[in-house]
């Protein structure tokens, strides 16, 4: 796999209430990927960026809502989320992974 590739695969974290019960509770952390982003690809992208091991990775597809938006009629994007199972005794920490990120 291209690191160029891996690079860009995850678009952001998904921090809400629900991934936060996940993480705590399954160690588990979910992310917003690329809609053409397989598994293998996102494992190999957060070991990479996270440094640490991923057991397994889970995906989901969310459509976008058809949503009003005064008179005219929109529609919400289709949303890609992993959700990222670590190796026992791994502990990701997305607010120092960014934090040492920006330094670099």
Do not use: H, W
Request: glycine share 4%; proline share 2%.
């Amino acid at each position: 796999m291209n690191q160029q590739r891996l690079m860009q695969v995850i678009l952001a974290p998904v921090v809400t209430e629900k991934s936060n019960l996940v993480a705590e509770k399954r160690n588990q952390m979910t992310f917003k990927v690329l809609p053409n982003a397989n598994k293998q690809e996102i494992k190999a992208a957060v070991e990479l960026l996270f440094g640490v091991q991923v057991a397994s990775v889970t995906t989901t597809t969310t459509k976008g809502k058809t949503k009003r938006f005064g008179r005219t009629v929109g529609r919400r994007s289709d949303v890609k989320k992993a959700y990222v199972s670590l190796v026992e005794g791994q502990e990701l920490d997305i607010e120092a992974a960014a934090a040492s990120a920006d330094k670099e």
